[in-house]
């Protein structure tokens, strides 16, 4: 099927076609129809597929044919939860729209506030912003939303595990009770499902693929390590594997600057992102990557959603996420639009529990692997995968009702 089947316009039919996009994934096969109907949509599906495109796509086309927007104002709302994904959703909607008469923008933190005033000024058609920066501008009455027509939430389970509830609480105040409202993301939580709950109406639910899954096209396993030479690991295999480009995920800032000078002793080409980078060096830092200036990114999870590296080959954890979910995210970065990767992690005896958290959520166990020299003192455990089977209920003691006030005792 083609993109010229969904019901989009002529100039996004020839962005869509300058882009080199063949035909249509299954999360835009579903969603650009019901976005471009004015349906709330919910959809879930495994990172690479496509889901900016899914609802960037219906949105321009839905904004060509409205009204004028006005001083400030802003008519559709794209909000993420980092700079990084902040930055490549608002690349990916500028290129879609190229041949539209609509102005776009982005804002987001760590940058100078004034010039993301003046580009609000004259008014915006489709805004994508990280939520603090938005009520940052909204406080200023740089922004306002009485003509806004819809709300997307990217990677909302993200922004909640980064703590932006309160956030989202306090734009959604702001905005008008009557739009489209979108949800978008590689998972969904229970936190989201509540969420959207009271977000969404009557919306069209598109789950693409198993649930907190990675992408068949990622092949995943698991090298045994103590923790102390894990950095020496990691340049044994960087420089035996031959491995070129390769993303490196590790849990703290301090901890991906000290693995950058270890891998600069053994003569790697490596740079670090995380969130005490300024914008500026963050987005040099990407820049050089995606070049191949640098051949090692060392990133924190802040990173984890707005790393968009076409062919990217390998990904590597030195680490493993606090997070099971974040795993999915990390290695995500990889196997991309069904080309093929790799997802690697060097796991130590202390992250036993983490592992099989990790294998618990994905439904499978990891191969083992032992480099020759760098055989751990612990062997890492495999992890059961048991089926669980529902308690029976306990039957009660006696007939009395407790005590007290409803849902007190």
């Not at 598109?206 to 649930?211: H, R, S």
């Amino acid at each position: 099927m083609s993109f010229s089947l969904l019901g989009l316009s002529d100039p996004l039919l020839r962005a869509v076609d300058e882009k080199g996009y063949s035909a249509p994934s299954p999360v835009q096969l579903e969603a650009i129809p019901a976005i471009l109907a004015g349906r709330d949509v919910m959809a879930a599906a495994q990172t690479g597929t496509g889901k900016t495109a899914s609802f960037a796509l219906p949105l321009l086309q839905r904004l060509a044919g409205g009204p004028r927007v006005r001083a400030n104002q802003v008519r559709a709302l794209v909000l993420t939860p980092t700079r990084e994904l902040a930055v490549q959703v608002g690349q990916s909607v500028a290129g879609y729209g190229k041949h539209l008469p609509l102005k776009s923008a982005v804002v987001y933190g760590g940058v100078k506030i004034n010039p993301q005033m003046m580009k609000l000024r004259g008014g915006v058609d489709l805004l994508v912003a990280t939520p603090g920066r938005l009520l940052d501008l909204f406080s200023q009455n740089a922004v306002r939303f009485s003509q806004l027509e819809t709300l997307v939430l990217d990677e909302a389970d993200r922004m909640l595990a980064l703590g932006f509830l309160d956030e989202l609480r306090k734009i959604l105040s702001l905005l008008p009770k009557q739009r489209q409202n979108l949800l978008f993301s590689a998972t969904f939580s229970d936190d989201i499902r509540t969420l959207a709950d009271g977000l969404l109406k009557d919306p069209l639910q598109i789950a693409v693929g198993p649930a907190n899954a990675a992408a068949q096209s990622v092949k995943q396993w698991v090298y045994e390590v103590d923790q102390c030479k894990k950095p020496a690991l990691l340049s044994h295999l960087l420089h035996s594997k031959g491995w070129g480009q390769v993303l490196v995920f590790i849990s703290t800032k301090d901890g991906a600057d000290r693995l950058v000078k270890n891998l600069a002793k053994d003569g790697v080409a490596a740079a670090a992102i995380h969130g005490d980078k300024r914008q500026g060096v963050r987005s040099r830092t990407l820049a050089d990557f995606k070049a191949n200036k640098i051949r090692v990114l060392v990133a924190t999870d802040i990173a984890a959603r707005g790393l968009d590296i076409d062919g990217l080959p390998q990904v590597i954890n030195v680490e493993l996420p606090k997070v099971a979910q974040d795993y999915i995210h990390r290695i995500g970065r990889t196997g991309r639009a069904g080309l093929q990767g790799e997802g690697i992690s060097l796991v130590s005896a202390d992250e036993v529990k983490l592992l099989s958290a990790i294998e618990s959520l994905i439904r499978q166990t990891l191969v083992r692997e032992v480099e020759p020299g760098f055989i751990p003192a612990h062997k890492v455990p495999l992890t059961r995968q048991m089926k669980v089977r529902p308690k029976k209920p306990k039957k009660p003691k006696n007939k009395e009702t407790p005590s007290g006030p409803q849902g007190q005792g």
